[in-house]
C-alpha cells in the first residue's frame, strides 16, 4: 500500500483530539528505550529526556510520542525495558493518570497494538516499595491522531512516518527479524541497517519527499518522526514539521505547541559561566503559527 493510500485511510479513521489556545502539546518521537545493554540508543540521553519531560509535566503540557518509544524490534519483553528505564515509565504513568499522555506506535514497536502490550503496561514493580504499582492500566496505542482546533476547526495531523516504507511497514516483521537477528550483531562492526530510515541518508530522503508530498496535496498539517532527522519548513514553504528524535549523540530534540504556535527545541546538557553542567532548552526555530 502506498503512502498515499496509508496516509489517507489513517487520516479518516484517526481519532481527534480537540485542543483551543491554551492547550499545550510537546511531541517528540524515536526514544528507542531498550534493555540497558550495548545496544539501549536512549541510554546516552536517559537524564537530558527525563529532565524535559519533567519540565513539560510541570508547565501544563500533555506528551505526544510519535512511535517508536521502545525499542522492540532488538528485544522482546516489555517488561525489562520498563524495569530498566522504570524512573522514565513512572513519570509516564503521572502524564496518563492526568488524561495528558497520547501515545502512537512506529514499525520498532507497531505489536504495541497488541493487548499483549496493554497488560505489561498496567503496572510495574517498585523497588523503593518492594511491591507492585499501577503504571498505565487501559492505554491505548494508536498509529494516528488529529489534533482539531475546537475554534478554527484546523487540524494537524500525527503519524510516526514509516506508512508506506514497504519494508519498514508492510514487511514490518521481516524486517525485525532481520534487525534481531542479522543487522544488531554487525553494529558491533560498525555496519548500518539498510532498513532504517535513520542510518541511511537516500531512504531519509525519500521518506521526507513523501510525506512532504501528501502534506502538500491534501494541505494538511503533518507531524512526524521516523528518519530522526528534525525539520522545521520556512514560513508558507510546507505544512510538514518532524521532531527529530530523542536519540541525538548529545541531545533530543522536541516539538512544542502553545497558544497556537510551534516552535522546534533542543535539549542538551550545558555549562554556566562557572563551569558548573545543567539541562537546558534551546528554540533551534520558530515560533510560527500552525498552517
Not at 528505550?33 to 540521553?45: A, C, Q, V
Not at 475554534?151 to 512516518?161: A, K, P, R, Y
Not at 537516500?202 to 532527522?229: D, P
Not at 522545521?232 to 505547541?257: K, M, Q, R, W
Request: with cysteine; proline share 4%; aromatic share 10%.
Amino acid at each position: 500500500m502506498s503512502t498515499e493510500s496509508r496516509l489517507n485511510k489513517l487520516l479518516r479513521t484517526s481519532p481527534v483530539i480537540p485542543c483551543d489556545y491554551l492547550s499545550r502539546f510537546v511531541i517528540m518521537s524515536d526514544c528507542h528505550r531498550g534493555i540497558g545493554n550495548w545496544g539501549d540508543n536512549f541510554l546516552k540521553n536517559q537524564n537530558i529526556y527525563s529532565a524535559a519531560l519533567s519540565y513539560y509535566y510541570r508547565h501544563g503540557y500533555s506528551y505526544i510520542e510519535l512511535g517508536d518509544g521502545d525499542e522492540l524490534w532488538e528485544n522482546r519483553s516489555m517488561k525489562e525495558i520498563i524495569a530498566t528505564h522504570s524512573n522514565v515509565f513512572e513519570l509516564l504513568s503521572r502524564f496518563f493518570r492526568e488524561h495528558r499522555l497520547y501515545m502512537l506506535c512506529g514499525n520498532h514497536d507497531f505489536i504495541k497494538r497488541k493487548q499483549k502490550f496493554i497488560r505489561c503496561c498496567s503496572e510495574y514493580y517498585c523497588e523503593s516499595q518492594c511491591c507492585p504499582q499501577p503504571l498505565m492500566p487501559g492505554l491505548c496505542v494508536h498509529e494516528g491522531l488529529i489534533l482539531q482546533n475546537r475554534v478554527s476547526g484546523q487540524s494537524i495531523f500525527l503519524v510516526h512516518g514509516h506508512q508506506g516504507d514497504l519494508l519498514n511497514d508492510t514487511l514490518w516483521r521481516f524486517s525485525r527479524f532481520l534487525v534481531r537477528y542479522i543487522w544488531r550483531p554487525l553494529e558491533l562492526f560498525a555496519l548500518n541497517d539498510p532498513t532504517s530510515a535513520a542510518k541511511n541518508n537516500t531512504k531519509k530522503s525519500a521518506v521526507e519527499q513523501r510525506l512532504f508530498a501528501w502534506s502538500a496535496k491534501h494541505s494538511q498539517t503533518l507531524i512526524a518522526g521516523h528518519t530522526h532527522r528534525p525539520l522545521f519548513p520556512e514560513d508558507g514553504a510546507s505544512c510538514y514539521f518532524n521532531c527529530g528524535s530523542c536519540v541525538h549523540p548529545h541531545c533530543i530534540t522536541a516539538l512544542e505547541i502553545c497558544n497556537n504556535k510551534i516552535v522546534l527545541v533542543k535539549w542538551s546538557v550545558q555549562s554556566h559561566s562557572d563551569l558548573s553542567l545543567h539541562i537546558g532548552r534551546e528554540v533551534l526555530a520558530g515560533p510560527s503559527s500552525i498552517p
